[in-house]
């Protein structure tokens, strides 16, 4: 055998691999199977490389499981025990849903990355063709050059590698289908889970809490997507599940973020009138008076469905900023990062002093301390602004990141010791505009973000 | 740079200047030179606080004994404390042109928590503080009533000056307070009866002085030393207080009598609309009170309070606002209404009743002010239309300007959508969802931030539940994220951040907010944090309530203002200001889209600002929503080039040598648009 001395997780005995009866182990590191009779492996697959798993429906007369591969390729397994056939697929399987997410994080993302690369920027590619493909330089060593001369063009994303924020829409995606007998059908993937667990940590620990002591994963899912915390407009009719008490805890997280208060004055409603009326004068509006009492049922669910909103959006948005870290971290952050306490009012608060400050500027009438920026010099404006390239509202890049990419350069450019390679630095970035054919009219911005990108590459060439 | 305005020299704190900046100081200057009051509309944006404050301070110190004083008002704390970031901005620039540190005081009151003593205000060249402590008579005599009176007024971002003065002088009564005014006059009992036993030449001394009348306070007014207080009118300066409340006891005998004839009011069954008359003979014949002593209640009460030395007036904050309830009810014939309402009108078996005593009048709290100061300047972003603020305020203005912010390239793509939301179709399904797909649409092509208003609360929360129903805020989330205003100022204030922070991070997000709502009137949304607001209809007030009918037919009676001219003059203020949020500078840009075809009528663009009517085009009419995207995206990726100062220059920008440039002083004298 290969590697005996590696630690096998799982080993289901009668498994057939392409007609062959056989045994798959599941180790550490990787998945194997091995035709019966035989001490050697004709299928393995790190985990690394697997992309995903996918099983046979159930009922169906062959229980099989079958792995996807980031190469396209894929292995089934068929399970032909006849006794625990259907036992030994859901071990294998849960025992895999742990196991692969640990590695798809680090091999998937680089792989990913690379082929991204490679398919996005015909230059690479032929960069790649000529230095990897004729033996130039190893594979290893050109990404060594390409990802290090990423990492090296912004400190910043060394440190702290931006993660991929949630979609805000993630629950949108769950659609419910009809399986044709009263029931609804909810696909989850992998990416919808880590998203409802990132945004919402009391489901994550509801999760680890029950599953699978109490419940397998797909009961929990189930009542999941049954309970009153899934339909936020519901009012809760009191019926205890296990997500009453993370609705609670939610509850409970967005009032203690309320009472802190926020930091910017300017948008602190609170502090905004220096004197309400005192009681008993001004107009009256006829506004409902907002006690739950008087309250009919669809009012109160309209103002449940507005809080659920405020309070997914906000939840999105700090899971992505978050970083990994522990959810209930939020509360400290946002009193600490302030600084200053918030009773004395002989102290203005240096937050506040910056905000008043930014409110009142008119940079334009200032002569000095503006940014020097690059138009761009449109030859016919009606193409630049009517098309022909379609809007791509996801990938929006905003023109200061534009802006702030090119006086990177520029700061750059001024830093660089003038030597022999400097004219090839030039020379390196004319070529890769002529290449991309910039003479023409219409740029759109993930090109002209391209064209940079791919310059600084060279950069770091010229520069090894 | 250093401006000569019609011969003042006036230290501009920048290098550059925009015309309108000059114009708008030129029709200020010329309003002080005659002395008089003026009402000017210019953009926000445009630099209007620092143009206020360098022409007066430089008049100010030209003409020491003309102008002794600039009191300054806006409406909300931060406004306040910007007001005073950019005073200190050109007190700086003046210390480092004349080399000398100046003399000037000045002076905020930015919180009633840290409320100043008044001799402070007396000396300060420059007072800042909110509307209240000069328009709320409660606050005016404590803070602001020995102002001198060659003072000038600013009422900043003034729109909503009417409002401010008829809250000021409207009370409501409930239950509640009757109940808690029984308690004070409990109270005030006790500490007489007390008092009498240990300290009887108090009150004896207190009668003494209430036989010599108010005469003290007549002489002031009379030699014009005070800033009358509307509470207090003029005839009764002239009166000793009347024997049947002279003595405590008999006065506290007095307000309990009054109390119970509250008390008997409010017990109705069926909505009462009277006015004060009426209000004052049925008093009379049910308990015998006559209107003179009414009149003197407030005063009275004061007096009280006084003697028995009691520390805190707060605590007697009910029989303070029955008493001067007594005093305005028994003054003003006209001007209010008293409307009692049984219960209020969405839960008619709960009894709830409420003595309403309304205003309809602003200009009897303003009143005063236009008569003592030499100059009053009411100014804002949305004045228009410019005749209505001195008809309703009752004031003769010597000037009155609408300026409009010059641009070398529009900034600003103004989108009327022809879509419907009249009150009987507003509820319809395929209103809702044109609405709908309207912001779907706008989320998928506008960056960063978008905000949204609709006309009422209750009909954002309508609307919201069916776009919830309809998918529609599921596809707008694939978009950007959602915030919505709710009526719990702390969560809506954590909502506003949260959509700060997305629009900062680069998320893009979304506000639906309220016209009329706090955010509407308070939350600038700059840059990127608001590059389209869109207008879901005509923000009409609620028309359905008495207090509002009253005041319409007060001001058809009274001003010969058409109840119709008054609403939508209202509604279009509301909307000038919700759309006005995202544009605060010329370096901003952004979509302004109203999305009802009603705003097309003339009588609706009309009322609109110039600065909003001057981007109204063809092109900008009747849009559907496809056209409406097209337009966007146009725009959107024209601005999406830098801002660049060069351009400005000479158009929208000037230096001080093409200021001075004969033709360009032939222009600007253009800009400012007079009525």
Redesign the interface.
């Known amino acids: 055998m290969a590697s005996l001395s590696e630690e096998v997780l799982l080993v289901v005995k009668k498994v057939r691999q392409r007609k062959q009866d056989g045994t798959l182990y599941l180790m550490a590191e990787r998945v194997a199977w091995g035709p019966e009779g035989k001490d050697r492996f004709t299928v393995s697959h790190l985990y690394a490389d697997i992309r995903c798993q996918k099983i046979s429906p159930d009922g169906k007369a062959k229980i099989q499981l079958q792995l996807v591969l980031h190469t396209g390729e894929s292995t089934t397994f068929h399970f032909a025990n006849e006794s625990s056939a259907l036992k030994d697929r859901d071990a294998t399987k849960e025992l895999l849903q742990q196991l692969l997410p640990k590695f798809k994080k680090k091999a998937n993302k680089e792989l990913e990355e690379k082929n991204r690369m490679l398919q996005e920027d015909p230059v690479l590619f032929q960069l790649y063709k000529d230095l990897v493909v004729s033996q130039v330089i190893s594979a290893e060593e050109f990404w060594a050059n390409r990802l290090g001369g990423i990492n090296n063009t912004d400190p910043a994303v060394v440190n702290n590698k931006q993660e991929v ?1 949630i ?3 993630f ?2 995606d769950i659609r419910p289908q009809t399986d044709g007998c009263n029931g609804l059908r909810y696909n989850l993937t992998a990416d919808i889970i880590e998203s409802i667990f990132r945004t919402y940590p009391a489901v994550k620990q509801k999760y680890s809490e029950n599953v699978p002591h109490n419940l397998t994963e797909k009961e929990f899912w189930t009542r999941f997507f049954q309970s009153h915390y899934f339909h936020r ?1 519901r009012i809760n009719t009191g019926t205890q599940d296990i997500f009453s008490e993370c609705a609670k805890q939610d509850e409970k997280g ?1 009032k203690s ?3 802190q ?15 309400t ?14 006690s739950n009492a ?1 309250k009919t049922v ?2 109160s ?3 449940a ?3 659920r ?2 309070h997914h ?2 939840m ?2 700090a899971a ?2 978050r970083k990994g870290e522990a959810p209930t971290d939020q509360a400290s952050e946002t009193s600490s990062t302030d600084g200053n306490s918030r009773d004395s ?1 002989f102290f203005q608060p240096p937050v ?1 002093k910056v905000k ?2 930014e ?2 500027e ?6 000095e301390n ?1 940014p020097k ?4 010099n449109l030859k016919k ?1 009606d193409r ?3 098309g022909p390239v379609p ?1 791509q ?1 996801q990938h ?1 890049t ?2 200061q990141d534009i ?1 702030n990419s090119v006086n990177y350069i520029r700061h750059e450019m001024m830093n660089y010791k003038p030597n022999l390679t400097e004219v090839r630095f030039y020379t390196a970035f004319l070529m890769i505009t002529k290449s991309h054919n910039y003479q023409k009219e219409t740029i759109n911005r993930s090109e002209i973000l391209h064209c940079i990108a791919v310059f600084l590459s060279c950069v770091v060439l010229v520069e090894r | 740079m250093k401006l000569n305005i019609e011969g003042l020299l006036v230290y501009f704190p ?5 015309p309108e900046q000059y114009s708008y100081m030129l029709e200020l200057k010329r309003t002080l030179d005659a002395k008089g009051h003026g009402v000017l509309e210019m953009p926000s944006g445009t ?1 209007k ?2 143009s206020l404050l360098s022409l007066i301070v430089a008049y100010q110190r030209a003409f020491p004994l003309d102008v002794t004083k600039l009191i300054y008002c806006s ?4 406004e ?3 007001v005073v ?2 005073l200190r ?1 050109l007190m700086e620039f003046y210390a480092k042109e004349t080399g000398e540190r100046n003399n000037f005081l000045a002076l905020a ?6 409320l100043c003593i008044h001799p402070e205000i007396l000396h300060a060249n420059i007072v800042v ?2 509307y ?1 402590y000069l328009l ?1 008579p ?2 005016a005599d404590l803070v602001s009533k020995e102002l001198a009176k060659k003072s000038v007024v600013v009422f900043d971002e003034a729109h909503n000056i009417d ?1 401010v003065c ?3 002088m ?4 409930t239950r509640r ?1 009757l109940d808690r005014c029984q308690n004070n006059v409990d109270t005030l009992q006790n500490t007489i009866q007390k008092i009498k036993e240990t300290d009887a030449a108090k009150l004896r001394e207190e009668y003494r002085r209430l036989v010599e009348g108010l005469k003290e306070a007549n002489v002031a007014r009379e030699t014009d030393i005070y800033l009358s207080n509307p509470v207090l009118p003029d005839e009764i300066l002239k009166e000793a207080v009347p024997g049947t409340i002279r003595t405590a006891e008999h006065f506290v005998g007095f307000l309990r009598r009054f109390l119970e004839y509250l008390k008997s009011r409010l017990r109705v069954h069926h909505v009462v609309q009277e006015s004060a008359p009426q209000f004052l003979k049925d008093i009379f014949d049910k308990v015998c009170i006559d209107r003179k002593p009414l009149r003197f209640c407030a005063e009275r009460l004061q007096s009280l309070l006084r003697t028995l030395e009691i520390a805190d007036i707060a605590d007697f ?2 029989v303070t ?1 029955i008493s001067n309830f007594a005093t305005l009810v028994s003054t003003y014939s006209q001007g209010f209404t008293i409307i009692i309402e049984p219960f ?4 008619p078996t ?1 009894a709830n009743p ?1 003595l ?1 005593f ?2 309809m009048d602003p200009s009897i709290a303003i009143k005063p002010v236009f008569q003592r100061f030499q100059s009053v300047i009411i100014t804002s972003g949305t004045l228009s239309p410019l005749d209505i603020y001195p008809r309703i305020l009752d004031f003769r203005p010597v000037t009155m300007a609408s300026f409009t912010m010059t641009l070398n390239t529009f900034n600003v793509c103004l989108c009327l959508v022809a879509l419907s939301s009249k009150f009987e179709t507003r509820e319809d399904f395929a209103v809702i969802r044109n609405y709908g797909n309207l912001l779907l649409e706008m989320s ?2 506008v ?2 931030g978008i905000v949204a208003f609709f006309t009422s ?2 009909y954002m ?2 609307i ?2 069916s776009w ?1 129903e309809q ?1 529609i ?3 707008i ?8 205003e ?13 959509y ?3 629009c900062e ?5 979304i506000l639906l907010s309220v016209a009329r709502g ?2 509407s009137e ?3 949304f ?1 840059h ?1 944090f608001g590059r389209a607001v869109i207008m879901f209809g005509v923000p009409y007030v ?1 028309t359905q ?1 008495r ?1 509002l009918k009253a005041r319409l037919e007060y001001l058809r009676d009274q001003f010969q203002i058409r109840e119709n001219d008054f609403l939508t003059f209202d509604a279009m203020r509301h909307a000038a200001q919700c759309v006005g949020r995202a544009i605060r ?3 901003d840009y952004g979509l302004m889209i109203f999305a009802d075809k009603r705003y097309a009528r003339a009588d609706k663009r009309g009322k609109l600002p110039r600065w909003i009517q001057e981007h109204i085009n063809d092109g900008s009419l009747n849009l559907t929503v496809d056209e409406t995207v097209q337009l966007s ?2 725009f959107l ?2 601005m ?6 060069e351009d ?1 220059l000479g158009l929208s ?1 000037l230096t001080l040598e093409q200021l001075e440039s004969e033709e360009m002083l032939q222009k600007i004298t253009q800009i400012a648009h007079q009525t």
């Open positions: 924020g979609s805000g829409a629950l949108a407009d967005l973020l309320v009472i208060g926020v930091k910017n004055p300017l948008v602190d409603l609170l502090s905004l009138e220096d004197k009326l005192d009681e008993g004068y001004g107009i009256c509006t006829t506004l409902p008076s907002t008087n669809k009012e669910s309209n103002s469905i507005i809080k909103f405020n959006s906000a999105v948005l992505g900023s009012d506040k008043l400050q409110a009142i008119y940079e334009d009438l200032q002569r503006r920026t690059v138009a761009l404006s630049y602004a009517h809007l509202s929006y905003t023109s802006i | 920048y290098d550059y200047i925009y630099g606080t620092i409406r909300t704390v931060p306040i404390e910007k970031e950019e901005k009151l930015s919180s009633r928590k840290n503080y909110s209240h709320d409660k606050i409002n008829i809250d000021s409207s009370v409501n009564i307070t904050s009910a606002l209020e009108d969405r839960t709960i409420v309403h309304s205003c998928a092509v960056p960063d609360y209750v929360e309508n919201v539940a919830y998918g805020l599921e596809n989330q694939r978009n950007k994220l959602i915030f919505i709710t009526q719990d100022a702390a969560e809506t204030s954590m909502a506003l951040e949260k700060q922070e997305a991070n680069g998320r893009g997000a706090k955010v308070g939350i600038d700059v990127h609620y309530s207090i500078g010329k370096t995206k146009h990726r024209q999406a080039q830098p801002f660049r100062q400005q920008l």
